[in-house]
């Protein structure tokens, strides 16, 4: 397999924007969550880089009828766990900040992972978790770069040389903080093997079996949620849709180009196959998404909604 697309994919991957910034005014109410949403990026996050900001308008939707949104700023390559613990401490700052006693997070790609890893650790300071186009049951992408790359090699030191220096340019040029990156550490949390050990330990939310329901609320008291895409191509003006085309290759079934709609599953799952790929469900590239399908936009302020009527 050739590194070209691989690297593209690694790019691409759970990529979100990661800074620690607050977004909130009232309007119907309609949004209005009792506690803070907080939204968890993926891989090579940022939150505005030449203009682009990944969470594309998602936080002014939310906010702008009343939710209280948070963007953090975590590791943009490394392991679930180092980046779950730092996403706690960001936690610990907006409770303090707000007064709230837990917030609702809600993490893209490896944010989902992330997400569940702070529930886990701290159920007390989490009411929800929704994992968009999560990796909750690994990545046959990333299975697939693993394959392609000898552990302990030479070229593993070369390539992950280059993505540690890629991770800290981009939170160098975004204006976030230097967080240690370990391009390593985040592609094997992101393999089937390296998920599944994770989730024999961080095991709240996640279904029984593959492709099945998990538990709305689970034992600890924090409610789950998933959703994703099963589309790659779906806007014929998105230059990203040819990269997610060609990552999608390595899959055996429908997906988001990066994330099978079977691995998304979490907790509730409310629909995994809208019309989106990986990064339309974060409403990138700048809004150019299905027009055939709902709204990215309307997802968040739907699933908002939906935390507001249950007290959340």
């Known amino acids: 397999m050739s590194l070209k697309p691989l690297a593209l994919g690694l790019a691409l991957l759970c990529a979100a924007p990661a800074s620690q910034a607050a977004f909130w005014h009232s309007s119907s109410g ?32 939310l906010s702008k009828d009343g939710a209280k949104v948070y963007v953090v700023n975590v590791s943009a390559a490394n392991s679930t766990e180092v980046r779950g613990e730092q996403l706690l401490a960001q936690i610990d700052n907006i409770l303090a900040l707000t007064g709230a006693d837990k917030v609702n997070l809600i993490g893209h790609s490896h944010g989902g992972p992330t997400a569940r890893y702070a529930a886990s650790m701290s159920p007390d300071k989490v009411a929800s978790v929704t994992s968009v186009g999560g990796v909750n ?52 949390s992101l393999t089937t093997a390296g998920t599944l ?19 709305e609320q689970a034992g600890n008291g924090v409610y ?38 079977c691995s998304s599953h979490l907790g509730k799952v409310i629909r995994d196959n809208y019309g989106m790929n990986h990064l339309d469900e974060v409403n990138q590239t700048f809004g150019l998404v299905n027009l055939f399908e709902t709204n990215p936009k309307t997802l968040f302020r739907t699933q908002a909604n939906r935390l507001k009527n249950l007290g959340l």
């Open 197 to 215: 050990a994770f989730n024999a330990r961080y095991p709240e939310g996640m279904p029984s079996q593959y492709c099945g329901q998990g538990d």
């Open 30 to 61: 309609y949004t209005q969550t009792h506690y803070p949403i907080v939204l968890v990026h993926g891989l090579f996050g940022f939150d505005s880089l030449a203009g682009v900001d990944y969470w594309y308008g998602i936080p002014s939707a």
């Open 137 to 188: 049951w690994g990545s046959s992408f990333a299975d697939a770069v693993r394959g392609a790359i000898p552990q302990d090699s030479l070229s593993e030191d070369i390539i992950a040389g280059a993505f540690n220096a890629f991770a800290g340019i981009i939170e160098f040029l975004s204006g976030t903080p230097a967080d240690p990156q370990d391009a390593v550490a985040a592609l094997e």
């Open 224 to 261: 789950y949620y998933s959703w994703s895409g099963a589309s790659t191509v779906t806007n014929v003006l998105d230059i990203s849709d040819a990269g997610l085309l060609a990552t999608s290759l390595v899959f055996s079934e429908p997906g988001d180009g990066l994330v099978s709609s």
